[in-house]
């Protein structure tokens, strides 16, 4: 079983780790187009801070955030595990697990892949250093990072995804850097977490981002510490029901295209 995750925007900032080996992480065949973004962020970090800013989405008040991009080859690293930040990390906490329960952590390391802007995806164990790229950015010179990333991930993605169940926790940004293949979308689970609250009287659904960030984060610890390996969207839906989430399967519209899990929240303890 696969289970697949956005990045967050957030990272930490420090590092003891030596310089990124682009072939050293996961997917080696990826170091390619890896490289060729890290030269890419340096040479725009490096020249007008608000081309800079403006081509990668960011705000003047994130100025200090181009610094990161500046020295990409040569900066310190951290694992991906405790590189991201942020509400779904936070509630993931893989540095936890890797502490207090390193069996579950074995199992992120086998079972978690997290999408990037810059690398690609990511095992948890990966040395990265900070960066600034959203997998939604278009670079003057690589074009839009998405569709760069389309072309490499899904011949590097083919095996891994041969069989077993995935569980697509992604975002809209992410999910179109690799694009669930038909013959694999009947083993494929896309969960989305819906806020359910009621508005005169009336139940009303709707994505919140810090529900569904933190839920997803839950969700995906909950997955790892209970060793859930469901072979099928219909037990995957069983089994996180099991776990104490709400949830609602609805199957594919049309064949080709993933199931659809709504884990349905009121609250985030």
């Known amino acids: 079983m696969l289970i697949l995750l956005p990045p967050s925007e957030g990272k930490a900032a420090h590092g003891a780790g030596p310089a990124v080996d682009p072939a050293a992480l996961a997917f080696p065949e990826l170091a390619k187009t890896r490289k060729a973004l890290m030269a890419e962020l340096g040479r725009l970090a490096k020249g007008r801070a608000a081309t800079a800013l403006t081509v990668l989405g960011l705000s003047p008040n994130q100025a200090g955030e181009l610094a990161a991009n500046?020295?990409?080859?040569?900066?310190?690293?951290?694992?991906?595990?405790?590189?991201?930040?942020?509400?779904?990390?936070?509630?993931?906490?893989?540095?936890?697990?890797?502490?207090?329960?390193p069996t579950a952590y074995a199992r992120a390391e086998e079972r978690i892949l997290t999408f990037s802007g810059l690398w690609g995806v990511v095992r948890p164990s990966d040395a990265i250093p900070a960066y600034r790229l959203s997998g939604g950015v278009t670079l003057p010179k690589a074009g839009p990072v998405a569709k760069l990333w389309r072309q490499a991930l899904t011949p590097a993605l083919a095996p891994v995804v041969a069989s077993g169940l995935v569980v697509d926790l992604r975002s809209s940004t992410y999910a179109a850097m690799w694009r669930v293949p038909a013959d694999v979308a009947e083993r494929t689970a896309t969960v989305r977490v819906l806020h359910e609250r009621l508005v005169g009287g009336v139940p009303k659904r709707s994505v919140v981002s810090h529900f569904n960030k933190a839920t997803k984060g839950r969700l995906a610890r909950a997955l790892l510490v209970g060793d859930v390996v469901a072979g099928t969207p219909k037990e995957l839906a069983e089994a996180v029901r099991d776990l104490g989430f709400r949830t609602e399967i609805t199957a594919p519209a049309k064949p080709g295209t993933a199931w659809t899990i709504d884990v349905v929240v009121d609250s985030v303890v």
């Open 70 to 101: 500046r020295d990409l080859a040569g900066a310190p690293t951290l694992a991906a595990a405790d590189r991201y930040t942020g509400v779904l990390y936070d509630n993931l906490d893989l540095p936890g697990l890797r502490t207090d329960d």
